[in-house]
């Protein structure tokens, strides 16, 4: 169906798309995130919520079917996870972008004087970043490493560090 919501999601399932560089990040290093991340001898209860990985182009698709492979045999089990071309993404509602951020009242305010604009939220690559960490996916170090470049308020700053120390390593 056209332009699904949250709440009418017809046979789509939710995925998210990554924009990533190829000089720092390999596509087969996303994969393997992608395959520690979840199980894949577990069938899906829903379509809305299956695991699939979506290709762009052949050399993709080669590269995830291969990976798909070896977590095969490395498991000695079935797995159930999809891989199919990418047809069309539609992007979440904008209540779902960034969500932590959204969702973390005090970090919400400042975020916003940032980004009034939901598309400029959208598309930031610091707002991913402080998602990340606002969700507590942060790594302590690569915070204290960032943090400045950031330029945010240091409440702001406190907020984060906070997050990112109560739940280091986070899978």
Not at 63 to 91: C, M, W
Not at 118 to 144: C, F, H, K, M, W
Request: negative net charge; without cysteine; aromatic residues 12%.
């Amino acid at each position: 169906m056209p332009d699904p919501t949250y709440h009418r999601l017809g046979d789509h399932t939710e995925v998210f798309q990554i924009d990533y560089d190829p000089t720092l990040i390999s596509y087969e290093d996303i994969l393997n995130i992608f395959w520690v991340n979840h199980n894949p001898a577990s069938r899906a209860w829903s379509r809305q919520y299956m695991a699939m990985i979506l290709y762009h182009d052949q050399g993709q698709e080669q590269i995830a079917r291969n990976s798909k492979e070896i977590v095969e045999k490395e498991q000695g089990t079935k797995v159930y996870t999809e891989i199919q071309p990418l047809d069309s993404f539609y992007l979440a509602e904008d209540y779902h972008q960034k969500y932590y951020l959204q969702n973390t009242d005090k970090l919400a305010l400042e975020i916003k004087s940032y980004y009034p604009d939901i598309e400029d939220l959208t598309n930031s690559t610091v707002a991913a970043r402080l998602n990340g960490i606002a969700g507590g996916y942060g790594d302590p170090q690569l915070l204290e490493k960032e943090l400045d470049l950031y330029g945010l308020s240091t409440q702001i700053e406190e907020i984060l560090q906070d997050v990112v120390y109560e739940n280091p390593g986070r899978p």
